[in-house]
């Protein structure tokens, strides 16, 4: 995984998503970086309250909605876990820009 490349197509690709705001381009950087400690392996394993920690969300429902919304949108996919002693698991999709 080149994870220059791949930051450079999320960005491209949120500058013209409407639909994504700061909060959910945060969210997403704390999953990245994750990921990448996780060296770029599919599922990462996730504990909401590190990832709000490090995205700067303090409301819980703020959290779940962005969450939502990026896997809607596909750029992760979210499996949550209703165990508290197992954390969600969620897969980073790669990107691709159409090229017009």
């Known amino acids: 995984m080149n994870y220059i490349k791949h930051l450079t197509e999320f960005f491209d690709k949120v500058s ?17 970086q994750s990921w990448n400690r996780n060296f770029f392996k599919n599922p990462i394993s996730i504990s909401r309250d590190e ?13 779940h909605k962005c969450l939502k919304n990026l896997h809607i949108l596909g750029y992760i996919q979210y499996e949550p876990s209703f165990n ?15 090229k017009e």
């Open 16 to 32: 013209v998503d409407k639909t994504l705001n700061p909060t959910h381009i945060s969210l997403y950087m704390a999953l990245f």
């Open 51 to 63: 990832v709000m920690r490090i995205s700067k969300i303090s409301s819980k429902a703020t959290y």
């Open 84 to 98: 508290s002693f197992k954390g969600s698991q969620v897969h980073i999709i790669p990107l691709r820009l159409k």
